[in-house]
């Protein structure tokens, strides 16, 4: 499955982004979609993740100002950002896989997932 991240940009401190994921050609029904996101020199963090059926894992550092949901109509994977830090500067990518649909912490490992987006780079300025 071809997936497309999309919704990022440059928002100053305190502000909000809508992320978006769509999955080319096909819905995303019997997977799990995972928000990641990799800051410049640093590795690739696990933020959120939706099972289409129903269910939602955070990253603990991520609860409260992170959302992530489904868009039946759309057909993507969203993840509302709100109150946003220039520590939230970052390339966000979006992941999926279809081989697990029990969270553990194993859910945050990026290798767990087997698609990957393009990244879409969001940019907080201070």
């Known amino acids: 499955v071809q997936l497309q991240a999309s919704g990022g940009g440059l928002v100053q401190t305190g502000g909000s982004l809508r992320l978006s994921c769509a999955a080319s050609?096909?819905?995303?029904?019997?997977?799990?979609v995972g928000w990641f996101r990799q800051a410049p020199g640093k590795e690739r963090d696990f933020v959120a993740a939706l099972r289409w059926s129903g269910g939602t894992y955070y990253a603990d550092s991520m609860k409260g100002r992170f959302t992530i949901s489904r868009d039946n109509a759309k057909n993507t994977v969203d993840l509302q950002m709100n109150s946003l830090k220039p520590e939230d500067t970052a390339l966000y990518y979006c992941a999926a896989t279809r081989k697990w649909v029990v969270f553990t912490t194993l859910s945050t490992q990026p290798n767990r997932y087997d698609y990957w987006g393009q990244g879409t780079l969001v940019t907080v300025s201070s």
């Open positions: 050609g096909r819905t995303f029904s019997g997977y799990i």
